[in-house]
């Protein structure tokens, strides 16, 4: 049996790397699918093959952690891709993608994209949200504007912080994931696309996710998605994926507060004092209604 690494997925074949960094074409075998279980990019296998093109993976190996979107086994970091502008900076999307990775305990890291596009009152508007996140503890990066200040900006960093690990780039349409990854390495030739004007969105211009090997680490280039729902998330626990709430619970009067109208509550206090930006609880408590909202997923017959 060999064994490997998938490092692509694409119309039901897995890419499986080896040791050796050869790169092996594979199908699941057929017993996955009636077990529903889907190989991910990431996902270590033991696999058979008698050629490159003819594979067979017969064993998932356990997984540290699975993100579902988008879909990658055993993550180390996340890397947020925000554009500065087009698409439009948004708090709110931003803050979605960060409680996704803290409710899976996979570290974020934020870089900026697109601060060419930006003029000086908008710039300032950026480097404030910098430094409020910076204060909960989130690395903000605010990408460099040329290529070759991008490349050499991104080498020192991870050298300095993230080698040998998988890396997820994550964000919108749009944001720049692919493009910065070929300013990496123009090798890559990843597909970019344009924006579309009308719509101040990204055309969804990657279509499957992708590992390639770069600054010492894998990283993952993959399709950008805005649409994000807490499926998997309880409203108690909401908060503890707000690290600076979360740093507060002791502080409030009832334990389990949830930070609405519960008298003695530390974090409304916080937010009156201007320690923590009224946006990032405007934030909390739209996404705490959205999970109240939420259909029941798993309801049986009989249950109401
Ligand atoms: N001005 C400017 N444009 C950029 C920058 N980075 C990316 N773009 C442009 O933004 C558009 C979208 O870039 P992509 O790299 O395709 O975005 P993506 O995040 O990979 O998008 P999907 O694959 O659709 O998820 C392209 O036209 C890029 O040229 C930047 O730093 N500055
Ligand atoms: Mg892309
Ligand atoms: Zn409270």
């Not at 996902?43 to 017969?58: C, K, L, T």
């Not at 490349?151 to 910065?180: D, H, R, W």
């Not at 597909?191 to 279509?207: A, V």
């Not at 408590?285 to 259909?295: A, H, W």
Request: proline letters at 4%; one cysteine or more.
């Amino acid at each position: 049996m060999q064994k490997g690494q998938i490092t692509k997925a694409l119309s039901g074949f897995y890419y499986v790397t080896d040791r050796s960094n050869t790169i092996y074409q594979t199908r699941a075998r057929g017993v996955f699918r009636k077990q529903k279980i889907t190989p991910l990019v990431g996902d270590y296998v033991e696999f058979e093959s008698g050629n490159q093109d003819e594979g067979v993976i017969q064993k998932l190996l356990e997984r540290k952690n699975e993100l579902t979107r988008p879909q990658v086994a055993n993550v180390d970091i996340g890397i947020i891709i925000m554009s500065a502008a087009d698409p439009k900076f948004s708090n709110q999307l931003l803050d979605r993608f960060l409680i996704m990775l803290e409710s899976k305990h996979i570290k974020p890291i934020i870089f900026i994209t697109k601060m060419d596009l930006l003029d000086h009152d908008e710039t300032i508007k950026i480097k404030k949200y910098q430094k409020d996140y910076n204060k909960i503890g989130y690395q903000m990066v605010l990408i460099e504007k040329t290529d070759k200040e991008k490349k050499k900006q991104l080498e020192i960093l991870f050298n300095e912080q993230f080698k040998n690990n998988l890396i997820v780039f994550m964000g919108q349409s749009g944001a720049g994931k692919s493009t910065l990854l070929n300013v990496l390495n123009p090798e890559l030739e990843l597909k970019t696309g344009e924006t579309s004007q009308s719509l101040g969105r990204g055309k969804h211009t990657t279509r499957h996710v992708e590992l390639v090997p770069l600054l010492e680490s894998l990283i993952a280039d993959t399709p950008g998605f805005s649409l994000l729902a807490f499926d998997e998330i309880e409203q108690e626990s909401l908060s503890e994926y707000f690290p600076e709430m979360w740093r507060l619970r002791s502080d409030c009067k009832f334990s389990g507060c949830l930070h609405l109208t519960e008298p003695g509550c530390a974090v409304k206090k916080a937010i009156l004092e201007g320690e923590i930006p009224e946006y990032r609880y405007d934030n909390y408590r739209l996404f705490l209604e959205e999970i109240k909202k939420r259909k029941p997923k798993y309801r049986r017959k009989g249950e109401s």
